[in-house]
């Protein structure tokens, strides 16, 4: 038996949720966009804010290589979930897409970024009550000054029309 999808794994995380009405979720999408693959995430939150604008149960965010700065706007919102979607070297084939907990990022690379992602994770379940899950794309390329990779930009794509789906139902 495979195991479920990314996107059935996050479909199930929204119905457990406890909430009784539909769940507050923040997207924050991670990384550097002037290290290739890296700016993955910033690439799907800056998709995703043009695809979902205008519901108020969503709150998408370009955090760039720092989203801890971005605590005070998530604090603001009172999220249910918070999605962090970030390039992930998680030893995988380049363009594979992961729901990872955040328990199991420490040993992710997170190279690019001022703070772990897991302290920033710890923080936000345990301050905002929250749950958090990190989305990750395998990157083909971190290079200095270069664009997504041709993969990348197909895959974080697909990212974003699975999220659009899940997000608008």
């Known amino acids: 038996m495979s195991s479920p999808s990314w996107s059935e794994q996050l479909r199930q995380s929204l119905k457990r949720l406890p909430t009784e009405r539909p769940p507050r979720v923040a997207i924050l ?3 550097h966009e002037l290290n290739g693959d890296d700016g993955a995430g910033l690439a799907v939150a800056r998709a995703l804010e043009e695809r979902l604008a205008g519901q108020d149960r969503l709150q998408v965010i370009e955090a760039g290589p720092a989203p801890e700065n971005q605590t005070g706007r998530l604090r603001a919102f009172g999220p249910d979930l918070v999605l962090i979607v ?6 995988a084939a380049p363009g594979t897409v992961r729901l990872v907990p955040w328990q199991a990022t420490t040993g992710l690379s997170a190279s690019t970024h001022t703070l772990p992602l897991h302290i920033l994770a710890k923080y936000l379940t345990h301050e905002l009550g929250c749950d958090v899950a990190l989305l990750g794309l395998q990157p083909v390329h971190n290079r200095v000054d270069a664009p997504l990779s041709d993969t990348m930009r197909a895959v974080a794509a697909q990212v974003v029309d699975d999220l659009a789906a899940i997000l608008s139902s």
């Open 86 to 91: 970030d390039a992930a070297q998680m030893g």
């Open 29 to 31: 999408g991670v990384g």
